[in-house]
């Protein structure tokens, strides 16, 4: 499971480090993908397994499913960490995200999310008065 909030910047090879007990989790190779909410995702090759076989199980015949998978597989790749834990943005990942160069990674239990850190303050904001009603809504039929 990923948790936590690290703030790291893109150098000027677009290359992040990735917090390193999110490296050992993720292994060697792995999947970035555009997220919503204009962030990146980052899934363990497991993890994204599971997540492209639950798409795949939807019926391309519904719009939404194909404009979705377009959407989704066009911006993902494998990449792999260098020596020194860092991975390479791509151009078209970092315009997606708007990354500039502060970003925020944090664990999302089954992927990894990369902020840029404007972008993941403004969310934050937007959000943190409608976290208690967000809770309640979501378990609200579950007894903790």
Do not use: Q
Request: glycine share 4%.
């Amino acid at each position: 499971m990923f948790m936590g909030e690290y703030c790291h910047n893109l150098d000027e090879k677009s290359r992040i480090v990735i917090p390193s007990n999110f490296r050992d989790e993720l292994k060697s190779n792995f999947v970035i993908a555009k997220g919503l909410e204009k962030c990146l995702y980052i899934f363990s090759k497991n993890e994204w397994d599971k997540v492209v076989s639950r798409l795949e199980s939807l019926p391309f015949t519904k719009k939404d499913v194909r404009i979705f998978k377009r959407s989704f597989f066009s911006g993902a790749s494998n990449v792999e960490l260098d020596k020194s834990g860092r991975i390479v943005i791509s151009s078209n990942l970092k315009d997606y995200a708007r990354i500039k160069r502060e970003c925020v990674i944090i664990g999302a239990g089954d992927r990894i999310e990369i902020w840029d850190k404007d972008e993941w303050n403004n969310f934050i904001k937007s959000y943190e008065d409608k976290i208690s009603d967000i809770a309640e809504n979501l378990f609200m039929d579950v007894d903790l």
